[in-house]
């Protein structure tokens, strides 16, 4: 069936494989894609190199916004961090004006399903509360970091009246378990 | 009168209670009250004119816009009686997949009859102004038409207006190679309402718009030189991290301000 050209500038954009096939034999390409003739012209004039940069900007974009509200889950992450987001955000595009916190939750469901890392609770239950409608969560968590050092806490997640989300935590004095080192 | 403002971040939102006097206006990204209550954005739109900014309601999608994304739209604009409402020139969702991040079209007649349905059917859905933001992108896609053309179009099919992001259309210059004040005057002066402005970064040989810097001496010259050339309602700050001392905004909103005035 005949797509239009944002379809397939989306199908390229968010697909590495069908995006190194165009560019290595556009012709073939975009009959597969059965485009008309004027988006057709579109793509058969559209640079590589900036293409590319399009599409990894989007992961990018994604990557950067992940990172603000799991930046302990990266960081525990280390150098794999980047790398292992692009793998997992390829094959997942989360969808809505709550996308982002979708894709916070889905790339700690995918650390934990693919074994690839450890998550940071907190950090989870926080955009997973943020996602929800609920008014109230309380959670007993081993690995709420201070000054880098793991400690045990109780986390209290809240929701304001206006929907705002709210968190106060209490933990132990003394951590345990490994200090994170940059 | 220009007016002065920021894009309303929730960071700001204590600096912003206390009614700085720089701050003359506001802009509202819809989005970012889809799941608030009424009551908070009547209090967030309340003592100055707003504005009501738009991310996702991808323009440039074929068929009519998501119905969900427009009524939470909607609801906003509603709530906060804006003055207009403001979308990107660019799609952001195709049939298949949600991108999440603006991305260009190409000037072609058939993206223009889309994009201007689109953006007639908005415009009389929230029974207000609409005004069309420029982007950035990496990528550059031909057309039938340079861009002020399609702009120009755009703007006389449609009976909407511009949005100019200062910074978007330096970030593309420099990036693409081309200059600022030819394209800038190739559009309908008429037609320009408001300015988006806020720092550009640079790295890797290459010009990005990543919202959290403070604004560079050579956007404050591009700013003049657009309220030189058009009548300009408005200009908004559109900080979204990194956010400075709220002394440090408000300097940027006087130097604005003075760049308006022709200080």
Known sequence: ????????????????????????????????????????????QIDETTFERQAQGLIDKRFHEVMKMLPMTLRLLGEDASRTFQ????????????????????????????????????????????????????HLVTDYYVHDKRRLAIQVLTRSNDGVPGQNVWYLRFSYGRSIRN | MTLVGLGYRTPLAKWVGTAPPEIECLELTAEHFFDQSDEAILAVAADRPVFVHGLGLSLATPGPLDPETLRSFQ?????????????????????????GHLTPVPPTREMLNRISDNAIALSEACNRPLILENITSHVMMAGEMDEPSFLNQLCSNAGCGLLVDV??????????????????????????????????SYRDGRWHDSHHEPIQKDLFELCQAVVDYAPVKAIIIERDGNFPDPQQLASELRKIKAVCNGD
Not at chain 1, 2 to 25: C, K, M
Not at chain 1, 122 to 135: A, G, H, K, M
Request: proline share 5%; with cysteine.
């Open chain 2, 167 to 200: 910074t978007n259309l330096y970030i593309n210059s420099k990036n693409h190679g081309f200059d600022p004040l030819e394209w800038l005057h190739q559009l309908n002066p008429q037609t320009i309402v408001q300015l988006h402005i806020v720092g550009y």
């Open chain 1, 87 to 138: 793998e997992y955000a390829g094959a997942f595009w989360p969808d809505g004006h709550r996308r982002h916190l979708i894709d916070a939750v889905e790339f700690c469901r995918y650390l934990r399903d693919q074994k690839r890392g450890p998550v940071c609770r907190p950090e989870q239950n926080t955009v997973e509360f943020r996602l929800s409608q609920r008014r109230f969560r309380i």
């Open chain 1, 1 to 44: 069936m005949a797509i239009d050209l944002t379809t397939a500038l989306g199908r390229l954009l968010t697909d590495p494989a069908l995006r190194s096939e165009f560019f290595q034999n556009r012709a073939a390409t975009l009959e597969t894609l059965d485009l008309d003739p004027a988006a057709a012209g579109v793509l058969q």
């Open chain 2, 75 to 99: 609801r906003v604009v509603d709530l906060s009686n804006p003055k207009w409402i403001s979308e990107h020139l660019a799609f952001t969702r195709t049939a298949e997949v949600d991108l």
